[in-house]
């Protein structure tokens, strides 16, 4: 399937926009840490979207999506919505690294430096 039938659909872009304007504080501090190619030169992209889902943060050159998780992902609903799009996600070939907010305000190193092991070589 080609990237462009399922990256960034037209339907899904006020809604990115929104996300956009309105990060979460721990998305904001990754995104300081992240923007501008900061970490190893790697280009990433903020609530970008792959087929109906849309994640977090999105490295095109590694077909690397990271997922910042509030309490809302771990409800029930929650669990089962994250499992589904991370499904979808892993069957076309995109790895998902999940990190919960409280990793991102406790130790940003340590989870800039576990995004960064999971670069290709």
């Known amino acids: 399937m ?16 929104d996300l956009r ?4 504080p721990a998305e904001a501090i990754l ?9 190893a030169g790697r280009k990433f992209r903020r609530q970008h979207s792959i087929g109906k889902y ?5 490295c ?21 919505y994250d499992e589904e799009r991370d499904n979808y996600i892993r069957g076309i070939g995109i790895k998902i ?14 989870v800039l430096e576990e995004i960064k092991n999971n670069f290709k070589a």
């Open 2 to 17: 080609p990237d462009n039938k399922i990256f960034n659909k037209k339907y899904l872009k006020g809604f990115r926009k």
């Open 21 to 24: 304007n309105h990060l979460t």
């Open 31 to 39: 995104w300081k840490a992240l923007k501008n190619k900061q970490l």
């Open 54 to 58: 849309i994640t977090d943060f999105y």
């Open 60 to 80: 095109p050159a590694e077909r690397l999506a990271v997922e910042l998780d509030g309490a809302e992902h771990f409800t029930p609903s929650g669990m089962a």
């Open 97 to 110: 690294l999940r990190f919960e907010n409280k990793e991102i305000y406790n130790n940003l190193e340590a």
